[in-house]
């Protein structure tokens, strides 16, 4: 799986290749919003980007220059509130027999995830893993991302949180992404100014080029005299290394983990808790979620909501008894579910390495701290 | 004239031995089974730290980056009678007393190191200087008004209000005039401009509850917000619902309110979480003559019954 | 796997088919538990399970609340399912009458791996409300007499007023070939002439042989945990014990974390486990 950093194999293979200006981007965006739903970095002033939805108006500008926004895209797959069915009681006229009217929720329409960094769209695998296979598929996630083109945007400068090479990912990954946007000046630029090369390397993403929206954006055929350039530029962005990433190597601690559920460095690390959900939400990889019901007079929504294991009442059972009471239970669940459990149960550790964690932890418990942190215990 | 924030890095520094010498002491003797401070994290920022050996008080630290207040974890500490030492600045005295009058803590339990402060930074706008600039201003003190805590530009307890005993030379108390520029900046917006600037805040927040799970004044044993029976709260992260969860937040702490402005610093989204609560202490100063509303005392203004408030009247309904 | 949609229609995992209630009878003599024969309105979403299996029973505008089928299989349609009144979704169930309409959704969750026992000897152990998802697998047994060997059922509760199931302990299972059924009360009343004691001693007192058996176990976890000392000390390996947990659950299908415990979800992976199964897993329930 290895696609980035050194010794990194060879990338999959381009379907198409375009060149569009920087200053186009928003332009192609609001064509895009018309017909579908965009989800990109919105440039909000004075703070950090969020990653929202991009309207078709004049309002929202693109935002490529911040290495990442305070939240992730996953709520393009999994919205923050899904309505999954509307129910109605209603009494039948002559009988008086009570009678319930069910509407399942319909999926949405197509959805366009525009400006995701290459950490972001390898996320969204992750995600397909829990909600595309097993003994079930979540048929209200898959309908969505059926629907979904994901055109992420390679990483022209990498900063001291980014830690995606320790999971064999690269600043210029295609994982998870129809398209890759790499700028043509390289990395190394605070962010692109004059144009990117719009490599697409699925079907979708292809048609995704294709469409009359990119083509009035501008985006064109790269000029022959180009092609070499083209290639240095991917192979940069895919050989880009990260400040935190190459720190800390490649983290492979799932094994580590087996024996140190008991382990007193549980406690000792989570003292500093909040017990808040904030790392659980800003994370592109998590997914738990909760279902409620919310309504009155007979009438209402059943909706599932983002729900995080490090909350308290995460795992409370009717008649009060709560498995894991203590801040030390919740907050080993959360790292050996990402580092051990998900890898026992997928192959792979739930983490892209994007740092959100490490700048969104008012209190520093962050995954590459808990990560480097197993690898020094006895087990 | 709001005062000034500013750095002594000198002061400080004799001020973090003496707090590792008594942190020590304590832990040593037994006074203590663990002693709350800070220590050095990720990357040079300070993170709450639960000494419970005098090795690990050689870890702790008093520098400019000791933001994270401490009292809240307390509430951790609740089960058992073992002692718990704890380091405060003037703020992070608020926040225990606040606790501490809310009756939520025995202060028989607590060993208090008082150290006074004339200005901490905010690790937010550290980190994003350049790494040259951040070191100077680490190392020589020299920061501009703008690198501060916001809670420092409104201090007026640069010595702790509770201790055991003092580490450090005291601060000499000035007189401040109370101002609430973020309750006047609401004030001076038409009804229209107020909805917009909330309803950007509550399209953003993500209903972590780090604000109120940070929040000294927040610390009922079940709170409202978590329960289902009734549902004051719904799941759905919409706006009115996020209206719902900020307006009963705000209002159960007002008058509570100790204006460290932790919630605003630790909320993922940036959100000004303080303009709600500096406009609620700015109606308690004018509406019950309260000149300090933030500063905890033993009934607060909306706990208790008073004949002369200014609108009881004697035989009204 | 990345979202090739081969569905039609609006998505359904998460949304129950309409049941209505057909009837609703008390077990206990408080009513704290009650068992609901629960009927879908469209009988061509009808499905089969196995013993062992839930489903997630919906009360509209409440929540929903996974139970376990406590009917078996051989019985068909409409399930029964008996719910204990702990909590906000059991509560609002209890207050329903027949004719009011629920939502249902399952069959989730695996089952008593029953197959794997030819004739075996079965014990069954449960306590109070645990009887139910038990009495399932004890019906289904019952109904394939000749797979297996001597069947024993040791059930206890509070009070005589609080065992469940009544007609198959007095009437039914005792008539059955083979079968003893050994009930006890931790505290007896005027007109309990039977045992008195909790299920552990009782358990012990009866001392099933562990040759060629198994121990089927369900009840409160305390019960649990001194009816698997009994059993060890009576020679029971972990292999031959098979019990069910319980955690909060909300999807059901193994999506939404709630129920994780290690690399397991009790929805799916459970909640059927033996107990060489749950030495394996963190001590978390």
Known sequence: ?????????????????????????????????????????????????????????????????????????????????????????????????????????????????????????????????????????????????????????????????????????????????????????????????????????????????????????????????????????????????????????????????????????????????????????????????????????????????????????????????????AKSNRTRQRFMHKLNYYHHRYGEYQCVGCGRCVESCPVGLHLPLVAGEVGGLEG | MPRKPMLDIERMRSAEEALRREARRLLADGVVSVFLGHEEGWDGLAVPSFATSPEDAEKLVWNPLVAPHLAKYLLDRLAGDEKVGIVVNGCGSLALERILKDRRFPRERLYIVGIPCTGILDPARVADLPPERRREVLETGRAEAGLFLDRCSWCDVPNAVVSDILVGEPVAEEPTVHEYPRAARLEAMSLEERFEHFKDLYERCIRCFACRNVCPACSCRECCLDQWEPLWLGRATSVPEQQMFHFIRAFDVAGRCIRCGECERVCPMGLPLMDFNDKLLKDIAELFGVERPHVPTDVEPLGRFDPQDPDFEEGAE | MSGQCACTGEPRLLVPDVGTIVDVRDETASGDVKTFRIALDDPQAEWRHLPGQCAMVSVFGVGEAMISITSSPTRGWPLEFSVKRVGRVTGALHDLHPGDKVGLRGPYGNHFPAEEWKDRRLVFIAGGIGLAPVRCLIDWCLAHREDFGHIDIIYGARSPGDLCFKTDLFDRWPREKDTEVHLTVDEGDQEWTGPVGFVPPFLEEIGPSPENAVAITCGPPIMIKFVLQTLARLGFTDDQIVTTLELKMQCGVGKCGRCNIGEKYVCVDGPVFTLSEIRELPDEF
């Open chain 1, 1 to 325: 799986m290895g696609e980035g950093g050194k010794g990194m194999a060879p990338g999959p293979v381009p379907r198409t290749t375009k060149l569009v200006e920087a200053s186009g981007l928003d332009g192609w965006l609001r064509a895009v919003a018309r017909e579908a739903r965009v989800w990109a970095p919105v440039k909000v002033d004075g703070r950090p980007p969020l990653f929202r939805e991009f309207g078709a108006g004049e309002e929202d500008r693109l935002d490529l220059e911040a290495v990442r926004t305070v939240n992730s895209p996953k709520g393009a797959l999994l919205p923050q509130t899904e309505p999954l069915m509307t129910y109605a009681m209603t009494k039948d006229a002559e009988s008086g027999r009570p009678s319930l009217d069910l509407e399942r929720a319909a999926p949405g329409g197509p959805v366009v995830v525009f400006g995701a960094r290459p950490c972001d769209a390898a996320a969204f695998e992750l995600l397909d893993k829990v909600f595309l296979t097993g003994d079930f598929v979540d048929d209200h996630y898959q309908a969505r991302r059926a629907k979904t083109t994901v055109v992420a945007v390679a990483c022209p400068r990498p900063d001291e949180a980014c830690f995606c090479t320790s999971f064999g990912l690269s600043p210029g990954g295609t994982r998870g992404a129809d398209v890759v946007l790499y700028g043509r000046s390289g990395p190394g630029v605070p962010v692109e100014t004059v144009a990117y090369y719009a490599v697409a390397y699925t079907e979708r993403g292809e048609a995704f080029l294709a469409a009359p929206a990119a083509r009035a954006a501008g985006v064109a055929d790269v000029p022959e005299d180009e092609g070499r350039c083209l290639e240095e530029v991917v192979s940069a962005f895919r050989g880009l290394g990260t400040p935190l990433g190459d720190r800390l190597g490649r983290i492979d601690v799932a094994a580590r983990l087996d024996g140190l559920f008991d382990h007193p460095y549980w406690e000792k690390v989570s003292a500093r808790c909040l017990s808040c959900g904030a790392c659980t939400f800003i994370c592109p990889t998590c997914y738990c979620f909760g279902v409620a019901d919310c309504g009155a007079l007979g009438k209402g929504v059943r909706y599932r909501y983002w729900d995080a294991c490090k909350l308290p009442h995460f795992m409370l059972m009717a008649g009060g008894h709560n498995p894991r009471p």
